[in-house]
């Protein structure tokens, strides 16, 4: 009789529509250094978060695609957006592979946070879905949810843009309603928005919980390999892989910030 193994040295495949997802990245390898991961950066067409609900279907199922056709052993999409809005869709295709979004994660950490007043800040088309809010209300609905788009912020933390005067600016345009009275707890609903976090903290002279769903997120996925039994050997040697649809370059130089190094090669593929 065949024995199943208990481990699964394919690598984990993780995408988004830029950089964001490298969010998702860090944690996980800090959280399983011995997790081989394929990342997907569809940053020919970043940002979704403005795109129509067609589109992100169409682009989440291109994306999903490449990751099968690099033999993953499960796809996160390391996207709020493609999360909230792109889900049924893709589960709707029956993959093979167990696929994971960030939505579910979000809402545990944030309900567990046991805050009365939370805000949920995301993309145009995350805040549309209402995703966090209804999650967040399934678990317990007397708890005050805000959710705000705040469009902007994608393309700041695409350019590098951090800190510093013009990101107060922008999080002043979307947040200056909360500021005399913050709320108890911050959702970072966007993988993007983490780089952002201490600028947030800041913002709010550290009166509010900033929730990052980028840690969150790599909680639920070791828990999943774990409870499947899936995840690599503990002394398994990890290979990275980085692939884009456009800009490979500039991607490689950015990635050092979400990684904390250039990542050895990023390779560009044409999606769809
Ligand atoms: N980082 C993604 C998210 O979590 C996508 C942002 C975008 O492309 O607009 O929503």
């Given at each position: 009789m065949a024995v199943r193994s208990k481990f699964d040295n394919r690598p984990i495949g993780i995408f988004d529509s830029?950089?964001?997802g490298l969010t998702v990245v860090a944690a996980l390898r800090r959280r399983l250094p011995g997790e081989s991961i394929i990342y997907l950066g569809d940053t020919a067409r970043?940002?979704?978060?403005?795109?129509s609900v067609e589109a992100i279907i169409r682009f989440a199922r291109e994306d999903v695609a490449f990751m099968r056709s690099r033999g993953v052993k499960m796809i996160v999409a390391a996207c709020n957006t493609v999360s909230a809005v792109a889900m049924d869709a893709l589960r709707s295709d029956h993959l093979a592979e167990p696929l994971l979004g960030v939505i579910d994660s979000g809402v545990r950490a944030t309900v567990a946070a046991g805050a009365r007043r939370i805000a949920v800040i995301g993309t145009r088309a995350t805040v549309n879905s209402d995703a966090y809010r209804r999650g967040i209300h399934a678990a317990d609905c007397s708890i005050k949810v805000e959710s705000i788009p705040c469009p902007l912020l994608v393309p700041l933390v695409e350019e590098g843009i951090v800190d510093g005067p013009l990101v107060e600016m922008v999080l002043d345009r979307y947040l200056s309603h909360l500021k005399s009275a913050p709320p108890e707890a911050l959702l970072l609903?966007?993988?993007?928005y983490p780089l952002l976090k201490e600028a947030v903290v800041r913002y709010f002279d550290g009166r509010t919980r900033v929730i990052d769903s980028a840690c969150a997120c790599a909680s639920a996925v070791a828990d999943f390999l774990c409870e499947h039994q899936m995840a690599a050997q503990a002394d398994n040697c990890a290979v990275h892989g980085y692939f884009v649809t456009d800009m490979p370059a500039a991607f490689g130089r950015h990635a050092a910030r979400f990684l904390g190094e250039v990542p050895e090669r990023v390779e560009q593929i044409l999606l769809g």
């Open positions: 830029g950089l964001g970043v940002p979704y978060g403005d795109k609903g966007c993988t993007h």
